[in-house]
């Protein structure tokens, strides 16, 4: 499966748009891009699915380029609440193993 | 639909001591997962199972036993606990197959400390 890269750790404030950017430049043609989200003490949560172009949801926006080598979750108007660790995935189609990195730590201040 | 139940929630075990950490899950899902957590760590896959019957290893299996002999339930055997083991236990589960490539669901974790 594809290694992903993505910032370790973001700040941002109350009521700002956070974009956060993951690298998968070995991805295959098979593979979907997956979004989880954890809070401290809390299992992983799935955020978005996508595997080309734009995908949204009532929680947030997946963007994906035409090679699909990144993407990008975009979170709106983020609240004190939306501070969690943010994990990219690629994830193969016929498989159902993740397989996690260390995630973007999103510290969302008032 | 409680989802996946972990029990317990916190466990201290001595050196060489064993125990099972349980997972339940009511959604009649086929695949399902164990994950350990470090500080500061991403998850990494222990062992999973994509049904009944049939486990398999993932990226850092030893010192962990599974098995499967039911839909809902997929144990997780520590034989003989050492310190290195402590850590965040998640348990997961997903695959419905009238829905490909759906999402995970996971526990609410066990913390897991061996001294």
């Known amino acids: 499966l594809a290694k992903t890269t993505q910032p370790i750790s973001m700040d941002s404030y109350e009521g700002q748009e956070v974009n956060i950017t993951c690298s998968h430049n070995?991805?295959?043609?098979?593979?979907?891009i997956t979004w989880y989200q954890q809070f401290p003490s809390q299992g992983p949560r799935f955020i978005i699915q996508?595997?080309?172009t734009k995908v949204t949801n009532e929680v947030a926006s997946l963007f994906i380029p035409a090679d699909r080598k990144s993407s990008t979750l975009s979170l709106p108007r983020v609240s004190l609440s939306d501070t969690a660790v943010y994990y990219c995935l690629v994830q193969r189609d016929s498989s159902y193993k993740l397989i996690f990195g260390s995630g973007t730590r999103l510290l969302v201040r008032p | 639909n409680a989802g996946v139940t972990q029990t317990p929630k916190f466990q201290v075990l001595k050196t060489g001591q064993s125990m099972t950490l349980q997972c339940a899950q009511d959604?009649?899902?086929?695949?399902m997962s164990w994950y350990r957590q470090d500080p500061g760590m991403g998850l990494r896959l222990i062992h999973y199972s994509v049904g009944a019957g049939i486990t398999d290893q993932g990226e850092v299996p030893n010192g962990y036993n599974v098995s499967r002999s039911t839909t809902e339930d997929f144990p997780l055997r520590l034989l003989s606990a050492a310190p290195s083991q402590t850590s965040v236990y998640f348990c997961a589960s997903n695959l419905d197959r009238t829905r490909p490539n759906t999402e995970a669901f996971f526990g609410q974790g066990t913390r897991l400390t061996v001294v």
């Open positions: 996508g595997y080309k």
């Open positions: 070995n991805i295959a043609t098979n593979d979907y």
């Open positions: 959604m009649n899902h086929e695949y």
